[in-house]
């Protein structure tokens, strides 16, 4: 499957306004979102924990993370976001995807809604 991007807006969730925006890999290996740690400390998302994360080359690195809301596609949800290096991609993970209905289709490479989200 190719790559599939998609424009999202976090925000601090202290509610102070300011927004980092940038597209955004979509991640499905990835449980949390990840965007550069120098951004997200310049909206002012705080670090409130760190936690290990397996790499894609199977080292396990530790990182920490802030809380924010994430916008994309008309939709809003809240989750942790990993401070991540200064020259690291963007990336949506899963959990902001599934958390307002939203599915990676791999044979058209696009996002799609779910018409209803799962509640059993």
């Not at 740690?37 to 909206?43: F, N, Q, T, V, Y």
């Not at 993970?93 to 209905?101: I, M, Q």
């Amino acid at each position: 499957m190719g790559l599939t991007s998609v424009t999202v807006r976090l925000k601090p969730a202290s509610g102070n306004g300011a927004a980092y925006e940038s597209e955004f890999l979509v991640d499905t290996g990835a449980t949390d979102s990840m965007a550069p740690a120098g951004e997200l400390r310049k909206i002012g998302v705080a670090e409130v924990g760190k936690m290990a994360y397996k790499l894609a080359d199977g080292s396990i690195q530790s990182y920490p993370f802030g809380l924010v809301t994430i916008e994309f596609m008309g939709e809003v949800t809240a989750g942790r976001v990993i401070f991540g290096p200064d020259d690291s991609r963007p990336l949506l993970g899963v959990t902001a995807l599934e958390s307002v209905g939203i599915f990676v289709d791999p044979t058209h490479k696009t996002l799609k809604r779910l018409p209803a989200i799962p509640l059993k």
